[in-house]
Structures are given as structure tokens and as C-alpha cells.
């Protein structure tokens, strides 16, 4: 069992930036594949980014959604049991709840591949 717990969401203005955290506890963290969805009113909730942590080689790959690829950044603190989203260059468009999840199935970019889910945390977006 994995809890996972969000944090960093707030109010900001469009081009501004803001990390958002997850803090992990429970099974062994660093093993998981890690990843950020986001949910907007009205809107299915939908894939941001994902993140594999390889024990053997000692790195990380990452997977992003189009709309965020070269604003967004996904990394991993193992040592702290935390997964970052580093959000820079916000939009309107970026406003949603952020969710964190975990699971055991390598980069993939569906809900159903996820086992584990934060509460989540808001991300407003002003123009």
C-alpha cells in the first residue's frame, strides 16, 4: 500500500511558475512509476506526466502530455519520497486539480495503470 499526499497548489497568474510536491509513504517508493494527472471543471481528468525510476542505471525517463511538454518538469527525490512538477509558464488553461499516482506498470499515460492516488491539489490560473 502506497498513501500519497500532494501539496504546492495555489493561486497564481498566467506565466508565473510553481512546483508542486507529492509525498510518498507506505511500500518501497523508489520502485514505483510516478505521475501527475490533472482534472479541470467540466473535463475528464487527463494525463500530465509520468516518471520510471531505474535502480540499475541510476537515472529516470520521462514521458509528457503535448500541451505540457517543454514548460512542465517531472523529477523524484528518492532519498525524501517525493515526486516534483515543476510548472513553469502557466496558462489559464493550466488551471485544474493536480493529482499524484503511483504504480507498477512503466510509463504509461492511463488512470487505469495507476494503483494509488493522492487527494489532490488546486492550481489556479489567472490571464
Known amino acids: 500500500q502506497v498513501q500519497l499526499v500532494e501539496s504546492g497548489g495555489g493561486l497564481v497568474q498566467a506565466g508565473d511558475s510553481l512546483r508542486l510536491s507529492c509525498a510518498a509513504s507506505?511500500?518501497?517508493?523508489?520502485?514505483?512509476?510516478m505521475a501527475w494527472f490533472r482534472q479541470a471543471p467540466g473535463k475528464e481528468r487527463e494525463f500530465v506526466a509520468t516518471?520510471?525510476?531505474?535502480?540499475?542505471?541510476?537515472?529516470?525517463?520521462?514521458y509528457y502530455a503535448d500541451s505540457v511538454k517543454g514548460r512542465f518538469t517531472i523529477s523524484k527525490d528518492n532519498a525524501k519520497d517525493t515526486v516534483y512538477l515543476q510548472m513553469n509558464s502557466l496558462k489559464p488553461e493550466d488551471t485544474a486539480v493536480y493529482y499524484c499516482?503511483?504504480?507498477?506498470?512503466?510509463?504509461?499515460?492511463?488512470?487505469?495503470?495507476?494503483?494509488?492516488w493522492g487527494q489532490g491539489t488546486q492550481v489556479t490560473v489567472s490571464s
Open positions: 499516482a503511483a504504480g507498477n506498470y512503466g510509463l504509461r499515460d492511463k488512470m487505469a495503470d495507476y494503483d494509488y
Open positions: 507506505g511500500r518501497t517508493f523508489s520502485s514505483y512509476t
Open positions: 516518471l520510471s525510476w531505474s535502480e540499475r542505471r541510476g537515472n529516470a525517463n520521462t
